[in-house]
C-alpha cells in the first residue's frame, strides 16, 4: 500500500473511530444522543472537534445550571468521566478532546472557572496545562 492510500485508510479509520466514540457518548445520555443527531444532521458527518465542543459547551452550561438541574449536571459528569477515559487511552482522539472539548473552559469568567475543578483528572490537567502555556519568545 503506497503512502497516499494508507494515509487515507489512516482518516478514514480515525473518522470511524471518532464516530463510534461519538455514539458512545450518546449511549450515556439522551442529551448527547440528540446533540450527536442534530449535529450529524447539519454537518452530513461528524466534525470531532466541533462535537466535542458542543459537549464542552453543554457541560459549562449544566454546571452552571447543578442547583436547579442536578440530575443534568450528573449527566454531563458521567460523559465527562467517558471522555476523559478516552483521552488518556486514546491518542487517535487525545487532540480532538483537547481542541474540542478541554478548550472550552479556558475562557470561563471568574465566576465560572471553579467548573474546570470539577472535571475528571485527566482533563483537569490538559486544562492546567493549556492555561499555562506560554508561547516561546522568537528567536
Not at 56 to 64: C, L, N, Q
Not at 128 to 134: A, D, F, G, P
Request: with cysteine; aromatic share 8%; proline share 6%.
Amino acid at each position: 500500500m503506497d503512502e497516499p492510500e494508507r494515509d487515507l485508510e489512516d482518516e478514514c479509520g480515525s473518522s470511524r473511530h471518532a464516530e463510534e466514540f461519538a455514539r458512545t457518548l450518546g449511549s450515556l445520555s439522551p442529551r448527547v444522543s440528540a446533540t450527536l443527531e442534530d449535529h450529524l444532521s447539519y454537518h452530513d458527518g461528524l466534525l470531532p472537534i466541533i462535537f466535542l465542543g458542543e459537549l464542552g459547551r453543554w457541560y459549562i452550561d449544566s454546571w452552571r445550571r447543578r442547583n436547579e438541574k442536578s440530575e443534568e449536571f450528573s449527566e454531563a459528569l458521567m460523559v465527562a468521566d467517558a471522555i476523559g477515559g478516552k483521552f488518556t487511552e486514546d491518542a487517535t482522539l487525545e487532540e480532538s478532546i483537547a481542541v474540542g472539548f478541554v478548550e472550552m473552559f479556558t475562557d470561563l469568567s471568574e465566576a465560572d472557572r471553579p467548573c474546570a475543578d470539577t472535571l475528571p483528572q485527566p482533563l483537569k490537567d490538559e486544562y492546567q496545562r493549556m492555561k499555562s502555556w506560554k508561547p516561546k519568545a522568537p528567536g
